[in-house]
C-alpha cells in the first residue's frame, strides 16, 4: 500500500487546511485509516482515526470539535479538515493505514508526511 498525502502548507491562527490521503495498491474500504503528527520535540500522536465505512470515529481531545476525518471509499483517499488552527498544531501529519477495518492495533502502513505550520 502506498500512501500519499497533500494539503499541508502555512497559515495564521484560526484558519483552515484541510488534508488528503490518496491510497494505492489494496483495496480502500477494506481498511481503517488515520491522520498523526509529530511536532518538533515531540513524539508521534494520533489526532484522529476513521473505520471502515467510517463506522467509528475518534479524535484527540486537543483536536475534537475543530478537526474533521472523513474518507471517500470511491476515491480512496481520507481527509483531515482543520478548522480553527492554533500554534500548537504546528507538526508534520502523517496518514496511516491499519491493518483491519478497525484500528485496534498500530497502522501498518505510513505515508510521507506534510508540514503544517500555523503562526499567530
Known amino acids: 500500500v502506498q500512501l500519499q498525502a497533500s494539503g499541508g502548507g502555512s497559515v495564521q491562527a484560526g484558519g483552515s487546511l484541510r488534508l488528503s490521503c490518496v491510497a494505492s495498491g489494496r483495496p480502500f474500504s477494506s481498511y481503517a485509516m488515520g491522520w498523526f503528527r509529530r511536532a518538533p520535540g515531540s513524539e508521534r500522536e494520533l489526532i484522529a482515526a476513521?473505520?471502515?465505512?467510517?463506522?467509528?470515529?475518534k479524535y484527540k481531545d486537543a483536536v475534537e470539535g475543530r478537526f474533521t476525518i472523513s474518507r471517500d471509499d470511491a476515491r480512496s483517499t481520507v481527509y483531515l479538515q482543520m478548522n480553527s488552527l492554533k500554534t500548537e498544531d504546528t507538526a508534520v501529519y502523517y496518514c496511516?493505514?491499519?491493518?483491519?477495518?478497525?484500528?485496534?492495533?498500530?497502522?501498518?502502513?505510513w505515508g510521507q508526511g506534510t508540514q503544517v505550520t500555523v503562526s499567530s
Open positions: 476513521i473505520s471502515w465505512r467510517g463506522l467509528q470515529i
Open positions: 496511516a493505514g491499519y491493518r483491519d477495518s478497525f484500528y485496534v492495533v498500530s497502522p501498518i502502513y
